[in-house]
């Protein structure tokens, strides 16, 4: 299948300035710390496109999207 | 494979209690010393390739079919290791770890100890297996001098074609994460990497890095001798051979054993002498283990599958019935708080935000556990180590196994005796 991706990140890197939660609410949630909480799993098809904007976003450089396999699971959060 | 079992099994000596337990890497009972010589006329010569070329594979897959697993607390088959580490384009580097982070835990400083030389035996094969051209033992402060007379006895006898290089670990908990050892040795920063990329390829200064835990060096000396099915005459099918365990809490003597993995949990308290009071739970694994339940615990087998936890490093705490599991549960949760590495948000701000809660129930003064609750499982899986994830298994066993202390705690009492400290915290590390 194309395009199947899921998002990740450097939590070392991460600085939890809020961006990424502000752009997609509908994957990424906000701790009570202000840390980013990524749903696990493939990015839905018209999620996408905001996904990659997300990645450009982050001001820590703190995203990336990583394709998934057919028989990837998203364990990784 | 040569048959120096005989050898192995008859210097080991039966328990106070009878029945003969098993000495594999503790054959050495303090009294024999632990010099090359007597290392080498209890256990024979280590099996080292020796120029033919099939001896890589042939040990590899002697270690795959011993199910050999990591005993530093990941439980990772060895196997699989030692065939990932990519030596094609530069040369590997071997880690023995012995860094034992975990502060109550006695067992790898006992074995460096007392058969130092059966640690590096399989820290020399395993440099062998990944073409290393270094290894670096990571060893506590406590048993640093044995390590360095014993790589010393080494390099005059010539036993080793890869050369030792010896490093007082890091005194901290993460510490003894992987990740963290390699920072150590090379920057010594003892704080965790991320996880990419694999160390395998690019650990140490740049180089395929294998990092073994020195229990685990120890058994692969002794399955590189005497073989796979030799390993897997004791301990289950899933998890076979043997494991040290430290012993604490209610004991009669306790200390690191030497256990078959499997036998009933009651059986490796026995081996300590048994409990000294009536009990009211287990710890098992460690500061980042589980709480179990005395009953039906005690009768279970001592295994992963058979306790559905893991044995992490292997401690075992056997808790009195009169000593408040929340009380300390919480002191833990306030180390482990305050051993975050700070890097990563979710750790460094939730497990502080966590040990407050849970220093609140203890006192009596919470006003409930849902903030508590829902914070252990969002800090799952977010970090860079598994330093958070360790941490909220704890607290989340010890919720659910001191539930009905936990239901007094809310009410603003406790029926144990709360004071008396069980689990040893290292010296200035609660602050």
Redesign the interface.
Known sequence: MRNRARIRIDRIACDGRGFCAEFLPELITLDDWGFPIISAGVIPENLLALAHDVVEVCPKAALWLEAVSSDGDGRDR | MIGTLDLVLSSCSPTRQGPAHPCRLLANDGAGGAGLSEHLSRHGPNPLSRGRPSWREETIREVERSGLLGHGGAAFPTATKLQAVNSKLHRAVVIANGTEGEPASEKDRTLLARAPHLVLDGASIAAEVVRASEIVVVVHRDVRTVVDAAIGERRRAGVDRVPFRAVTAADRFVGGEASAVVNWVDRALPVP???SPRMSERGLGGQPTLVQNVETLAHLALIARHGATWYRRLGTSEEPGSILVTLLGALEQPGVREVEIGIPVADVLARAGGPTAPLRAILVGGYFGSWLPVFPTLSLPFSARGLGVGLGAGLVVALPADVCGVAQTARLARYLASESAG????CA??LP?IAGEMEKLADGRSMGIE?LKR?LV??E????CGHPDGAARLISSALRVFSAEVAQHLGGWCTAEIERTLLPIPRGALR
């Open positions: 990497l991320g996880k890097q990563c948000g979710p701000f939730g935000a903030n914070w969002e800090i899986g977010r970090g860079a």
